[in-house]
């Protein structure tokens, strides 16, 4: 080989070389991305008071800032604030049961969060990226930890910590054992998504008779909590989680009921009350990947979510352009 060809025969297998690295890079994107998203576990990571509600404006507007998270009585009883939209994106036309509901019920951000200076907020998704993750300790040192629906922290501390300080709901996705899956200060948080789900929390909380029709799964007929602790979740956010960040008609046809997930709303309100947003256990496979379950604490597959009105990889591109804009982080991969 003369010297020429030895070189081009030495460039040609350090191009090789480059293209394998690029694609073995490429090819492991998950982990690549995990690195790079995660924070620096003992440090708490800079808070800056303002930055959420900045960033929040930029997605849904100035003026969303004025809204409270939670519904008030007075804004029913003296105001009667109308509403533009029927629940779940509005409260038109369930006003009677929601003052029921209301008058039994508080409304207040705690003290505990009102007197924070920079509310460093964790969103938990009920994604399997959670399972192994070991991010229990780092979860538990955000000032606010948000969880969704029934997913259990018992048996599952290690991975995704045991503090919650807001827990979304709505009847058929209610915890039977609210007690042990929450803190005694938890504020659970009820979100609304049609005029049974008010006629329900009330007959837990007033006592009165049960009614067991018009749910799409048996919510609990005995539901052991505090009043204290309920609080109606603004159907204002889901209108905007709907609008601002799907793109979705707020005026459907009876049928065609499609919705933001819960965590994607979770998002929104922690957009909202909060300065510092992180997020993990977010992410749903990929439609052909049949056999992936998509929980951490369950087997189910995305066969379970037919039929349950969302659109997940229109979700992950509203959130794959919050985390490039810096709006949120992620602790997970995505
Ligand atoms: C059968 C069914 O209706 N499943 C719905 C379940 C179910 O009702 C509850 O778990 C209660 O059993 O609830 C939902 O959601 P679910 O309770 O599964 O998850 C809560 C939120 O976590 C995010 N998530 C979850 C799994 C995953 N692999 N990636 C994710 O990003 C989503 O943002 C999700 O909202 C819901 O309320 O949104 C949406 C699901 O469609
Ligand atoms: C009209 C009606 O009740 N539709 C039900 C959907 O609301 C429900 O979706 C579920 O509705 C919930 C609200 O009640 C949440 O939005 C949840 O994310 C979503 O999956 C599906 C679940 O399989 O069943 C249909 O019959």
Sequence with gaps: MTSKSRWKFLAMLALVLVVVMVWYSISREDRYIELFYFPISEKKEPCFQGEAERQAAKIFGNHSREQPIFL????????????????????????????RVLAITSYSVPESIQ???????????????LRNSSLGSIINKYDVVIRLNNAPVAGYEGDVGSKTTIRLFYPESAHFDPKIENNPDTLLVLVAFKAMDFHWIETILSDKKRVRKGFWKQPPLIWDVNPKQIRILNPFFMEIAADKLLNLPIQQPRKIKQKPTTGLLAITLALHLCDLVHIAGFGYPDAYNKKQTIH????????????????????????????EMGAVKNLTYF
């Design 72 to 99: 008030q009585l007075k804004d029913y009883f003296w105001v009667k604030t109308p509403s533009a939209y029927e629940l779940p994106f509005g409260t038109k036309g369930s006003e009677d049961l929601l003052l």
């Design 115 to 129: 007197s924070l200076q920079c509310r460093r907020c964790v969103v938990v998704g009920n994604g399997h990226r």
């Design 296 to 323: 951490y604490y369950e087997q189910i597959t995305l066969k379970s979510m037919a039929g349950s009105g969302h659109n997940v990889s229109q979700e992950a591109i509203a959130i794959k352009r919050m985390l």
